[in-house]
């Protein structure tokens, strides 16, 4: 598997984020959905990965969001569903979480859904040693919002 800055120019990357968006929207109410769109994924304060197979198959993405200095959000998480349970999302969270450390953040938060459908990636997330906190940035309480956080290793940029 290869993770690798994607610039989100290309078609299929596009379809597939569209297919994120709209699972999201299928079981999150519209005003409980933070996905971010293509738009908001190119905007300078993201940077954004996919994982592709040795063939150049997609096989997920994922995104950090700067919020200030020591301070990202995670983003876009998503596995291809053929792939699921297969590594991919452990391997683009690892990766991610090393390029925060790397870019100097000292803090990884995000948000993610609350219901029955997200609980594979809560216990992913907390595999990672992320733990459930209070929303942070701009988001406010919400029944469906599950908010999480972990420290990093803080280092000089």
Avoid: N
């Avoid at 349970?85 to 953040?105: K, N, P, W």
């Amino acid at each position: 598997m290869k993770i690798a800055v994607d610039d989100l120019s290309g078609p299929e990357i596009a379809a597939f984020l569209e297919s994120h968006v709209q699972e999201m929207r299928s079981v999150t109410p519209l005003e409980s959905k933070h996905a971010l769109d293509l738009a908001g994924l190119r905007r300078p304060e993201v940077t954004f990965w996919t994982a592709r197979d040795d063939d150049g198959a997609l096989l997920g993405c994922g995104a950090i969001k700067r919020l200030d200095g020591g301070h990202a959000e995670i983003k876009s998480m998503r596995t291809a569903p053929a792939r699921k349970r297969g590594g991919v999302a452990s391997a683009l969270l690892a990766h991610i979480v090393a390029e925060a450390t790397s870019a100097g953040y000292t803090r990884l938060s995000l948000e993610t859904g609350s219901a029955d459908f997200f609980a594979p990636a809560r216990a992913l997330y907390a595999k990672f040693g992320f733990e459930h906190c209070e929303p942070f940035a701009d988001y406010r309480e919400d029944p469906h919002s599950a908010f999480m956080t972990r420290p990093l290793p803080g280092r000089p940029r």
